[in-house]
T-cell receptor, first 116, second 114 residues
Framework: AQSVTQLDSHVSVSEGTPVLLRCNYS??????LFWYVQHPNKGLQLLLK??????LVKGINGFEAEFKKSETSFHLTKPSAHMSDAAEYFC??????????????FGQGTTLQVKP | NAGVTQTPKFQVLKTGQSMTLQCAQD?????MYWYRQDPGMGLRLIYY???????DKGEVPNGYNVSRLNKREFSLRLESAAPSQTSVYFC?????????????FGPGTRLLVL
C-alpha cells in the first residue's frame, strides 16, 4: 500500500534563507507525487507534481522538488523564503492500489513559518 | 473562472441534524471528490465520483452520502450529524480519474457539530 510521511510537522526559517520540507513515500509502484500548499483559511493549491518524467520538478513561486527513487524521497525546496510562503504544505502520493481511480494519499502536513 | 466553489463556507449544527454541503465546478471536469481535513491528519477521502452517474466510497465514508447531480455538481450529505464530523470539508475535481491528474480544490466548508 502507498503511504507518505512528512518528516517535520513544523519548520521555521528566516526570510531570505533556504527552505527544505522533507517527504518520504512508500510505494510498490512508480508513484505520482505532488506538493500542495494551503494558506490560512484557504483551499489547497498545487505547487508541483512528479509523473515519471524529469526527476527534478519545478513548480510555482520558485519551489522545486527532486524525486529520488533510491531514497524514496520527494523533498520540497526553495532557495530563498518569502514571507508569503508561510503556509501549510502537503506531500501527496497517488493511490496506485485503487486501479487508476485517482485517489490521493496525503501526508500529515508541514507548517512553514517565515520570520522577518 | 470560478474553478471549484463550495457552499456554505461555515456551518454550525446540533447533534442529529442533517445538512447538505454543495460543490460545483466550472472546468468541465469528469471526476469529483470530497475530503475532510482534521488537525494532524492531512486530508482523507470520503467519497469520489469518477464520472457523472458514478460514486464510490473513499477512506472514511461512514455517516455520509453523496450525489453526483450532474457533471458540474457533487453534494455531500450528513443525515444525522455527530460531533466526530466536526471538520473542514474540501471538494475537489480533476479532468479524469487517472493517477497523474491534478486535483483542484475548493475553499472549504468549516463544520462544527455541537
Amino acid at each position: 500500500a502507498q503511504s507518505v510521511t512528512q518528516l517535520d510537522s513544523h519548520v521555521s526559517v528566516s526570510e531570505g534563507t533556504p527552505v527544505l520540507l522533507r517527504c518520504n513515500y512508500s510505494s510498490s509502484y512508480s508513484p505520482s507525487l505532488f506538493w500542495y500548499v494551503q494558506h490560512p483559511n484557504k483551499g489547497l493549491q498545487l505547487l508541483l507534481k512528479y509523473t515519471s518524467a524529469a526527476t527534478l520538478v519545478k513548480g510555482i513561486n520558485g519551489f522545486e522538488a527532486e524525486f529520488k527513487k533510491s531514497e524514496t524521497s520527494f523533498h520540497l525546496t526553495k532557495p530563498s523564503a518569502h514571507m508569503s510562503d508561510a503556509a501549510e504544505y502537503f506531500c501527496v502520493v497517488s493511490d496506485l492500489s485503487s486501479s487508476n481511480t485517482g485517489k490521493l494519499i496525503f501526508g500529515q502536513g508541514t507548517t512553514l513559518q517565515v520570520k522577518p | 473562472n470560478a474553478g471549484v466553489t463550495q457552499t456554505p463556507k461555515f456551518q454550525v449544527l446540533k447533534t442529529g441534524q442533517s445538512m447538505t454541503l454543495q460543490c460545483a465546478q466550472d472546468m468541465n471536469h469528469n471526476s469529483m471528490y470530497w475530503y475532510r481535513q482534521d488537525p494532524g491528519m492531512g486530508l482523507r477521502l470520503i467519497y469520489y465520483s469518477a464520472s457523472e452517474g458514478t460514486t464510490d466510497k473513499g477512506e472514511v465514508p461512514n455517516g455520509y452520502n453523496v450525489s453526483r447531480l450532474n457533471k458540474r455538481e457533487f453534494s455531500l450529505r450528513l443525515e444525522s450529524a455527530a460531533p466526530s464530523q466536526t471538520s473542514v470539508y474540501f471538494c475537489a475535481s480533476s479532468e479524469t480519474k487517472t493517477l497523474q491528474e491534478t486535483q483542484y480544490f475548493g475553499p472549504g466548508t468549516r463544520l462544527l457539530v455541537l
